[in-house]
C-alpha cells in the first residue's frame, strides 16, 4: 500500500510493549530510493531524545489510530545507540546502529538493502539469516565495512522533511517544487515524488518516478530530473484532493496510466 509520508508524520510509535513517541521524519537513500530510517521523537518519555530506528522493524501501520506498530522492544529503544540526529547521520553512527539492531548494512557489494533478513530483494542479495553468503562476497563485504566506517557523513542520506519544498528543475527549467513522498509500505520504498506545479500552471499536481531524479543539489535547494517539463505538464494529473482524508493514495488504475504514459515496464514479485 502506498502513504503520503507528510500524512503519517506525527502517528505515534508504539512499540511490543508500549508506545514510545512520534515520527518527525523519515530519511531516505537517494540512490536506492528506499527509507533507511525512521526518526521518531521519544517526548516526555526520553525526554525529548530523538531515535533511529530502521524502517524493517515496522510491523503495521494503523490509520484509523493514527499509529506505527515496530518489532522492538520499549527497553531495546532506550538501551539503543545515542544519536544526534539534528546532525548529518554518518555511516559509522549506522553502523553501530545496525549492529546493536542486528540488521545487516545495506551498502555495498552491488545487494542493497533488503531489511537484513535474507529476502531476494530487487538487487539480488539472497544472504542473510537463512542464506550463506559465498567467500568474495563476504570479503567485499567486510570491505565496505571497513571503508565505510572511514566515510564522512553520508551524502546520499536524505530527509524527507527537508527535501520537500524542494524546487524541480527539468531538464528545461523549473517546474515546480515538492509536495510529498509516496512511499511503500510493502518494502518502504519510495515509489513516488509528488510536485506541486502551481508556480508553473495552475492548481496542477502530478507524480514523477525517483528513477527520472538525476540529482539532489542541496545548496540550491533543488531536485534535478531528466525529463523535459512539456512531458511531466501531459502527464496524468494527481488527484490529490480525492484522498485528503486518508493517509494512503493512489489506487492501481491510476499507476497502470501513469506507466503506460512513461513507458515504465512494472515487474511484479
Known amino acids: 500500500m502506498l502513504w503520503k509520508a507528510a500524512a503519517i508524520n506525527g502517528y505515534a510509535v508504539a512499540a511490543s510493549d508500549g508506545k514510545i513517541g512520534t515520527i518527525v521524519d523519515f530519511l531516505i537513500d537517494d540512490t536506492t530510493w528506499l527509507v533507511r530510517w525512521l526518526v521518531v521523537d521519544t517526548g516526555n518519555w526520553l525526554s525529548g531524545r530523538k531515535v533511529l530506528l530502521p524502517s524493517s ?138 510536485i506541486d506545479t502551481k508556480n508553473w500552471w495552475f492548481g496542477k499536481s502530478v507524480l514523477i518516478s525517483p528513477n527520472s531524479v538525476k540529482d539532489i543539489d542541496w545548496g540550491s535547494r533543488l531536485v534535478n530530473v531528466d525529463t523535459d517539463r512539456q512531458k511531466i505538464k501531459d502527464g496524468p494529473e494527481y488527484e490529490s484532493s480525492t484522498t485528503v482524508d486518508h493517509a494512503y493514495s493512489v489506487d492501481r488504475a491510476y499507476e497502470e496510466k501513469f506507466e503506460s504514459y512513461y513507458g515504465i515496464e512494472r515487474v511484479d514479485a
Request: glycine fraction near 14%; charged fraction near 20%; proline fraction near 4%.
Open 57 to 194: 522493524a515496522m510491523a503495521q501501520i494503523d490509520e484509523a489510530n493514527e499509529e506505527c506498530f515496530i518489532k522492538l522492544t520499549m527497553q531495546q529503544i532506550k538501551d539503543s545507540p545515542d544519536i544526534d540526529t539534528d546532525r548529518p547521520v554518518s555511516r559509522q553512527m549506522e553502523i553501530t546502529s545496525y549492529g546493536y539492531y542486528g540488521y545487516s548494512p545495506y551498502w555495498g557489494g552491488g545487494y542493497g538493502y533488503w531489511g537484513g533478513y535474507g529476502y531476494p530483494g530487487i538487487y539480488g542479495y539472497t544472504g542473510g539469516i537463512g542464506g550463506a553468503m559465498p567467500f568474495a562476497t563476504r570479503s567485499e563485504h567486510h570491505k565496505d565495512l571497513v571503508d565505510a566506517q572511514c566515510d564522512p557523513d553520508d551524502v546520499h542520506l536524505r530527509s524527507v522533511v527537508s527535501v520537500t519544498g524542494y524546487y524541480i528543475h527539468a531538464s528545461d527549467g523549473e517546474i515546480g517544487h515538492v509536495e510529498d513522498f509516496l512511499i511503500e509500505d510493502a518494502d518502504w520504498s519510495v515509489r513516488y515524488l509528488v
